[in-house]
T-cell receptor
Framework: DAGVIQSPRHEVTEMGQEVTLRCKPI?????LFWYRQTMMRGLELLIY????????DSGMPEDRFSAKMPNASFSTLKIQPSEPRDSAVYFC?????????FGQGTRLTVV | AQKITQTQPGMFVQEKEAVTLDCTYD???????LFWYKQPSSGEMIFLIY??????QNATEGRYSLNFQKARKSANLVISASQLGDSAMYFC????????????FGKGTRLSVIA
């Protein structure tokens, strides 16, 4: 298996623009997680899905953030409008049993 | 609420020596899993080792072992025979009811292996 695939790897955008991050989980995994990593706050859980259904989105910072999982092989995290404080590395991870496997991450820079 | 504490922001170890990275956790759930991940400078998160709360034996994976002390609520990572490539950030994480809840991470420990 190719592992968890995230795109793009890097994104630079201007403040106010819409940003969409994409994730393809490992086939057969039933849980999908979106995390954000910053120096100040470490690794924070944003939202997670079980069998494509959002279970807990309490980590989503504000209404500017939204996430979808239309099917078992694809999820998106959207930020609209983006702000400089959204700059971070965004990770997607998937799991079937206990272990969660991470994608390479998307480094987002909002200028 | 679950919580993970890693008290060592940074550690140094001589090549070929063993090193222990500390992790303590707090949970009221009797079923939980403990994990260690490695994050090299390239940024990816690499799963290293897993220990279930009901596992009788300490987990081992090659040069990695997890020193699980349930009564003390500690899950220290031991890396034997350190290599230069082990230099990275190491994160301890926990999942209550493993497989049904998300991972919660500690702040991490930066390990530097010296030649």
């Amino acid at each position: 298996d190719a592992g968890v695939i995230q795109s793009p790897r890097h994104e630079v955008t201007e403040m106010g623009q819409e940003v969409t991050l994409r994730c393809k989980p490992i086939s057969g995994h039933d849980y999908l997680f979106w995390y954000r990593q910053t120096m100040m706050r470490g690794l924070e859980l944003l939202i997670y899905f079980n069998n494509n259904v959002p279970i807990d989105d309490s980590g989503m910072p504000e209404d500017r953030f939204s996430a979808k999982m239309p099917n078992a092989s694809f999820s998106t995290l959207k930020i609209q409008p983006s702000e400089p404080r959204d700059s971070a590395v965004y990770f997607c991870a998937s799991s079937f049993h206990a272990e969660a496997f991470f994608g390479q991450g998307t480094r987002l820079t909002v200028v | 609420a679950q919580k993970i504490t890693q008290t060592q922001p940074g550690m140094f170890v001589q090549e070929k020596e063993a090193v222990t990275l500390d992790c303590t956790y707090d949970t009221s759930d009797p079923s939980y899993g403990l994990f260690w991940y490695k994050q090299p400078s390239s940024g990816e998160m690499i799963f290293l080792i897993y220990q279930g709360s009901y596992d009788q034996q300490n987990a081992t994976e090659g040069r990695y072992s997890l020193n699980f002390q349930k009564a003390r609520k500690s899950a220290n990572l031991v890396i034997s025979a350190s290599q230069l490539g082990d230099s990275a950030m190491y994160f301890c994480a926990m999942r209550e009811r493993p497989g049904n809840t998300p991972l919660v991470f500690g702040k991490g420990t930066r390990l530097s292996v010296i030649a």
